[in-house]
């Protein structure tokens, strides 16, 4: 049962982590065109970095808590528990850093609106 349990945490995580990935490099391209318009060699540069970034956090996380406090799973029941435990908190990481993304990018882009209307800031 327990290598079953690791089997399908492995699977489940890495599967959504990776979509979650191409989706988020997919449509972050979109944003970051529209901040970079005059370089877009740049903004894919930098939407492949933050995807590599993205990647590397979430598969040390789901390594890192590959761990089982006690006994672990002895049945399909507490087999299930266990994924739906580290699935979900993998899930809440993978949510707060596409928000944390998305709020640095906005802030991102509103700095650079405001030096390209006024120039002398610095």
Same mark, same amino acid.
């Given at each position: 049962? &327990?290598?079953?349990? +690791? #089997?399908?945490? !492995? /699977?489940?995580?890495?599967?959504?982590?990776?979509?979650? *990935?191409?989706?988020?490099?997919?449509?972050?391209?979109?944003?970051?065109?529209?901040?970079?318009?005059?370089?877009?060699?740049?903004?894919?540069?930098?939407?492949?970095?933050? &995807?590599?970034?993205? +990647? #590397?956090?979430? !598969? /040390?996380?789901?390594?890192?808590?590959?761990?089982?406090? *006690?006994?672990?799973?002895?049945?399909?029941?507490?087999?299930?528990?266990?994924?739906?435990?580290?699935?979900?908190?993998?899930?809440?990481?993978?949510?707060?850093?596409?928000?944390?993304?998305?709020?640095? #990018?906005?802030?991102?882009?509103?700095?650079?609106?405001?030096?390209?209307?006024?120039?002398?800031?610095?």
């Amino acid at each position: 049962m &327990l290598g079953t349990t +690791y #089997l399908a945490y !492995i /699977g489940v995580s890495l599967g959504i982590t990776f979509w979650v *990935g191409r989706t988020l490099n997919r449509n972050g391209r979109i944003f970051l065109l529209e901040n970079y318009k005059d370089k877009p060699q740049l903004a894919d540069a930098i939407n492949q970095m933050l &995807l590599v970034g993205f +990647y #590397l956090i979430n !598969i /040390g996380y789901i390594a890192y808590t590959m761990r089982i406090e *006690g006994t672990g799973p002895t049945n399909w029941a507490q087999g299930l528990e266990f994924l739906s435990t580290k699935i979900g908190a993998m899930a809440i990481v993978l949510g707060v850093m596409h928000f944390g993304l998305m709020f640095a #990018l906005q802030k991102y882009a509103q700095m650079a609106k405001t030096q390209a209307k006024n120039p002398l800031m610095t």
